[in-house]
């Protein structure tokens, strides 16, 4: 799988994982050697465990939504932190940030595998 994001603050895309089937290659390329993933692994992108159930339940909402807001906390930093880092590199090429923002679609009778990007 490849990491993806769009960035963000360009077009809302979040830091995700995504399959490379589902990725189509362009002749663009940016230089994204600056970029720190190094703790960007697949246990960053794991749902948190849930505990089994016992016969007694102990209701600790508060302990639960804080874990939750730190998890969130940390990554809007990396996402922030990796933005930053790509966003003056997308500004140098002409008309990037723009495409970008373009939703992407196919019509009937267009083919990807026939287009250049």
């Given amino acids: 799988q490849l990491l993806v994001t769009g960035p963000y603050a360009v077009n809302r895309i979040p830091l ?7 990725v189509i290659a362009t002749s663009t390329s940016i230089d994204v050697c600056k970029v720190d993933v190094k703790k960007i692994d697949n246990a960053y992108f794991r749902k948190p465990q849930k505990k089994k159930k016992t016969d007694v339940m102990e ?4 302990k639960k939504d804080e874990q939750k807001t730190k998890a969130i906390e ?20 002409p008309l990037l940030s723009s495409y970008l923002k373009v939703k992407f679609s196919l019509k009937k009778g267009q083919y990807p595998h026939a287009m250049k990007f």
């Fill in 16 to 22: 995700t994982r995504v399959d490379q089937r589902y």
């Fill in 59 to 62: 209701v600790d909402t508060a």
């Fill in 74 to 93: 940390a990554r809007i930093a990396d996402q922030k932190a990796i933005d930053a880092v790509l966003l003056p590199v997308i500004e140098k090429e």
